[in-house]
């Protein structure tokens, strides 16, 4: 087996048994059987589980990216692209308890790994960074220059990790139409006027 | 001593020593010898450490409150308000470290007495509310009726909490002036267009 394929197993594996026992109680011997592999294989991939935990959310997050960016690609206009955006980067989120418990720092983790709000801040930063990208491509175009592309991109990046990591409130989390509806609303116009 | 003098200078001890030590390694001893009484009258007033923890928070989180009061009652236009209001919230919360931490979550409590991010839910709640009640009041003069004041409150509210949990980013929060700027022109036009 190649490296790749067996780093890939271990990462299957880990997100499995993570999400189920969290990360504190899952073992490396149990992440190892379950992915069909020796400890000491595993062990020579990660040689802390704190690494393993981390590549695992590394992998997630890439997969939110991915799932983001190929809704934005579908849709046509600025607004639609950025109602798709958020309400596919909630709902990806959403989907993945393991981050999300993480990320909240509900006694999974005690100290050791990752710290929450570190972590946290870390999702926000990528978030940020993604949506202030967007955010240029259409300044480079002559389009909403009222706005600071970074400071608009943190609002709506804050906005979205506090949604996900707490959805519950008034702001519609549960239904794809009602949240496209909220980002549209409420979202896309700070913006700014064109 | 009456109940109520006892009771606030176990608050003030507990809640220097929570700020120094950390909710977990603090002992009501410490505490008790800190406020100058004894250990037993510390446990007949809050029985657990939890509960203790928990009304230096609400203490805390009181005059968080009145600080926003009173900076609103000397603005004169909403959108003073507006600003004044999430700049002194932003400071006040700031100002307090020990209540930043417990709801990060930084390995303070180790998932005994209050969850870090239950309790970050239950502020952000009382937080909208208290926005929600004023976009209301606003309302009921007949001004900013496009806006859903529940939904407005909550966009502000998870905002604020994010900005003070974690302040590092593109939006200026060290400095007051960048601070009020920053509010007045991407918080405000949340309210909508009157």
């Given at each position: 087996m190649s490296i790749d394929t067996s780093i890939e197993r271990i990462l299957d594996a880990a997100l499995e048994e993570l999400a189920e026992g969290g990360a504190r109680r899952t073992t490396m011997n149990q992440i190892a059987d379950a992915a069909g592999l020796g400890v000491a294989t595993v062990y020579r991939r990660f040689p802390r589980k704190a690494q393993l935990v981390e590549a695992v959310l590394v992998r997630e997050a890439q997969r939110v990216i991915e799932a983001v960016d190929a809704a934005i690609g579908r849709a046509q206009t600025v607004e639609e692209q950025s109602a798709a955006g958020f309400t596919t980067f909630a709902h990806a989120v959403a989907d993945r308890p393991f981050l999300v418990r993480l990320m909240r720092g509900d006694g999974e983790l005690d100290g050791e790994a990752v710290r929450p709000g570190e972590l946290a801040d870390r999702v926000m930063v990528l978030v940020r960074d993604y949506i202030a990208h967007f955010v240029r491509d259409l300044q480079a175009e002559?389009?909403?220059?009222?706005?600071d592309a970074d400071v608009v991109a943190e609002i709506q990046a804050r906005l979205a990790l506090s949604l996900v990591l707490?959805?519950?409130?008034?702001?519609?989390?549960?239904d794809d139409a009602a949240t496209r509806e909220f980002a549209t609303k409420y979202l896309v116009p700070l913006l700014g006027v064109e």
């Open positions: 002559g389009r909403y220059l009222g706005v707490a959805p519950d409130g008034r702001i519609p989390m549960h």
